[in-house]
């Protein structure tokens, strides 16, 4: 089995039609409250094209290469939270990471994050938790993270 190499944002690997070099461009968008990834496949060889659109989940084990192409092209996101503008607002902050499926230790790690140095993601993670947090009341800032560590909730 051949494996797929990141490279500047972009995947390449073996042509599944003529064995020859295949490109692989990611991108990502939101689609309602859900991440959603494109991986467009491409063999100069042969004209070889494939798209594929789905969540991440659907993704399978090919979603953490996805994503690091996605962050390598495009960076990460920072969201934070004013712990003091939005403190009466903290258990509606506690009860959108929750339904987000974070554990109870997971989400006070992560509402310390989000109050403190902010948590990062793939912008379309990011757009979906601040939308979420939004709804909530809670009011949040996004900016460019660079290149700074994964933070995700």
């Not at 039609?17 to 042969?46: F, N, Q």
């Not at 979603?63 to 969201?79: E, F, H, K, M, N």
């Not at 800032?141 to 660079?146: I, K, N, P, V, Y």
Request: proline share 3%; charged share 20%.
């Amino acid at each position: 089995m051949s494996v797929a190499v990141l490279i500047c944002g972009d995947l390449e690997g073996p042509c599944p039609s003529c064995g020859g070099a295949v490109s692989l461009h990611v991108a990502e968008a939101v689609e309602g409250d859900r991440v959603v990834w494109t991986a467009t496949s491409r063999c100069a060889d042969c004209g070889y094209t494939d798209e594929s659109c789905a969540s991440p989940a659907e993704f399978d084990n090919f979603d953490s290469i996805v994503r690091q192409a996605v962050v390598a092209r495009v960076g990460l996101t920072r969201l934070h939270v004013d712990p003091d503008e939005n403190r009466e607002l903290r258990l509606r902050s506690l009860a959108v990471l929750r339904r987000r499926g974070a554990t109870i230790a997971d989400v006070a790690d992560a509402y310390a994050a989000l109050t403190g140095h902010g948590l990062t993601g793939t912008p379309a993670e990011m757009a979906i938790l601040a939308k979420q947090l939004t709804a909530a009341g809670v009011q949040v800032t996004l900016h460019s993270a660079g290149t700074d560590r994964d933070s995700t909730a």
